[in-house]
């Protein structure tokens, strides 16, 4: 009887060792990999930005050479006849190549448009990260201010999805006219406890997109646009760090959207524009 009893005992021990050895290995490949599960790169070829430059003949194609050698390359349209326009910063969606914006640009009025991809992605050198994303986004703001045709007074910046970190942090670290935010969360680790809710998000995160901790010290208005189809950011994240924001605050919900189809509805241009207009 006692010999039964030590062979169930070791091989229930050996049992729940290979569930803490396999689970331990689950969350270092977690911790390891977890790049490959928030930056989705989308390539772009020279061939196609040549052909891009083709169609679109006023646009101007734009290189920004970082601090650590890295070049950043996208584009500016100019929308604007005064011989200083203002200016939006257009921070994409983790699997965005953002020349597909380009179309867009005329929607904005008189604003022009700055449309430069994150590392890795489209003809941008280097591998993206949160540091890298938020220091990229001081060095693309700081070259557009120093021109000489950009209204460095009027500078907005939009983002959409994980681009709405990266807009947070730039509008918390320089001055910015307005902020306007597509599908907006409060912080990447709370979005991923919904998502893994039996792991310890906050131990694996590294790039973490704390958006509600910058939130409070921005005073620029805020435009958040939101579609309650949106499973992929649900809606409750986005009004947290509607909530937290330190200055003036607008909401418009894009009824019958999804994350991917919210900028599809003319609703959400007029939005757009109409808050585009109070400065």
């Given at each position: 009887?006692?010999?039964?009893?030590?062979?169930?005992?070791?091989?229930?021990?050996?049992?729940?060792?290979?569930?803490?050895?396999?689970?331990?290995?689950?969350?270092?490949?977690?911790?390891?990999?977890?790049?490959?599960?928030?930056?989705?790169?989308?390539p772009l070829t020279e061939?196609?930005?040549?052909?891009?430059?083709?169609?679109?003949?006023?646009?101007?194609?734009?290189?920004?050479?970082?601090?650590?050698?890295?070049?950043?390359?996208?584009?500016?349209?100019?929308?604007?006849?005064?011989?200083?326009?203002?200016?939006?910063?257009?921070?994409?969606?983790?699997?965005?190549?953002?020349?597909?914006?380009?179309?867009?640009?005329?929607?904005?009025?008189?604003?022009?448009?700055?449309?430069?991809?994150?590392?890795?992605?489209?003809?941008?050198?280097?591998k993206p990260g949160e540091?890298?994303?938020?220091?990229?986004?001081?060095?693309?703001?700081?070259?557009?201010?120093?021109?000489?045709?950009?209204?460095?007074?009027?500078?907005?910046?939009?983002?959409?999805?994980?681009?709405?970190?990266?807009?947070?942090?730039?509008?918390?670290?320089?001055?910015?006219?307005?902020?306007?935010?597509?599908?907006?969360?409060?912080?990447?680790?709370?979005?991923?406890?919904?998502?893994?809710?039996?792991?310890?998000?906050?131990?694996?995160?590294?790039?973490?997109?704390?958006?509600?901790?910058?939130?409070?010290?921005?005073?620029?208005?805020?435009?958040?646009?939101?579609?309650?189809?949106?499973?992929?950011?649900?809606?409750?994240?986005?009004?947290?760090?509607?909530?937290?924001?330190?200055?003036?605050?607008?909401?418009?919900?894009?009824?019958?959207?999804?994350?991917?189809?919210?900028?599809?509805?003319?609703?959400?241009?007029?939005?757009?524009?109409?808050?585009?207009?109070?400065?």
């Amino acid at each position: 009887m006692e010999d039964g009893i030590k062979v169930l005992f070791f091989s229930a021990a050996r049992i729940a060792g290979g569930v803490v050895l396999g689970l331990s290995v689950l969350l270092f490949l977690l911790f390891l990999l977890q790049e490959k599960l928030i930056f989705f790169p989308q390539p772009l070829t020279e061939n196609e930005a040549v052909r891009i430059a083709g169609l679109y003949p006023d646009i101007e194609e734009i290189r920004i050479k970082t601090k650590d050698g890295i070049t950043l390359r996208g584009w500016f349209v100019r929308n604007s006849a005064l011989p200083q326009s203002p200016l939006i910063i257009y921070f994409g969606g983790n699997a965005e190549e953002v020349s597909y914006k380009i179309p867009e640009a005329d929607r904005y009025g008189g604003w022009s448009l700055a449309l430069i991809n994150y590392r890795g992605y489209g003809l941008s050198d280097g591998k993206p990260g949160e540091k890298n994303l938020y220091n990229d986004a001081l060095e693309i703001y700081d070259y557009f201010t120093k021109r000489k045709d950009i209204d460095a007074e009027r500078i907005t910046v939009k983002g959409r999805s994980i681009g709405t970190g990266v807009a947070v942090y730039l509008a918390r670290m320089r001055p910015v006219t307005a902020v306007i935010l597509i599908s907006p969360f409060d912080s990447l680790a709370s979005l991923g406890k919904g998502i893994y809710p039996y792991l310890p998000v906050n131990l694996l995160l590294r790039h973490r997109f704390d958006s509600a901790s910058m939130a409070p010290k921005i005073s620029a208005p805020l435009l958040a646009v939101i579609a309650p189809g949106d499973d992929i950011i649900p809606r409750r994240h986005s009004e947290k760090l509607v909530e937290k924001w330190g200055g003036p605050t607008s909401i418009k919900i894009i009824e019958n959207r999804d994350h991917n189809s919210v900028s599809e509805s003319e609703e959400y241009w007029r939005s757009i524009r109409e808050f585009l207009e109070r400065f």
